[in-house]
């Protein structure tokens, strides 16, 4: 009787593990700890903060649980059925995804050119714009666009 009560209490403890972990999808850029609601990627170490300026947290993919206080994040649909882990290795972020247009690549930003602002790699709107194109973030800079939210690529 013992024998099964123990494994039914590890099976519970496994459970609980696998719907409170969540990984970052395959297209984020590396060390992302979390998606904001505007569809940018954060990656700081604690929830406190993050995605000041990006309308809030949308999804936690970090081992941190600290959230601001009075704050309530809904717990994310798909954590009621999480998805069976895929053994293939994930694609580089710069492989185009979700109609993105061909090119880009390492060290490339794409320069939205109705706006001249520019998005990195991995970020919502990198080479989905109407108008745009690829271009080291340097040149980005010097032809006078400026990063999306104020956040440069490269530090």
């Known amino acids: 009787m013992n024998t099964k009560r123990l494994i039914l209490v590890f099976a519970a403890a496994l459970l609980v593990a696998q ?24 990656s700081g170490a604690s929830k406190k903060g993050a995605c000041k300026g990006h309308k809030g947290v949308k ?20 954590t009621a059925n999480p998805a069976p882990q895929q ?7 710069s492989a185009p995804t ?3 247009a061909p090119g880009g690549g390492a060290g490339m930003v794409w320069v939205n050119t109705a706006t001249n602002v ?5 970020t919502r709107y990198y080479g ?3 108008a745009g194109t690829y271009m080291s973030e340097a040149e980005a800079r ?7 939210h104020g956040k440069p690529c490269s530090n």
Request: aromatic letters at 8%.
């Open 19 to 42: 719907v409170g972990a969540q990984q970052a999808p395959a297209g984020a850029p590396q060390g992302t700890t979390g998606l904001c609601n505007d569809g940018t990627y954060y």
């Open 98 to 100: 979700r109609g993105q």
């Open 59 to 78: 999804e936690w993919y970090g081992t941190s649980a600290s959230a601001p206080a009075g704050t309530s994040q809904p717990a994310p649909a798909s």
């Open 118 to 122: 520019y998005h990195c790699p991995g």
């Open 128 to 130: 989905t714009t109407k």
């Open 142 to 148: 010097a032809k006078g666009a400026r990063p999306d």
């Open 87 to 93: 053994s293939t290795p994930a694609a580089p972020s």
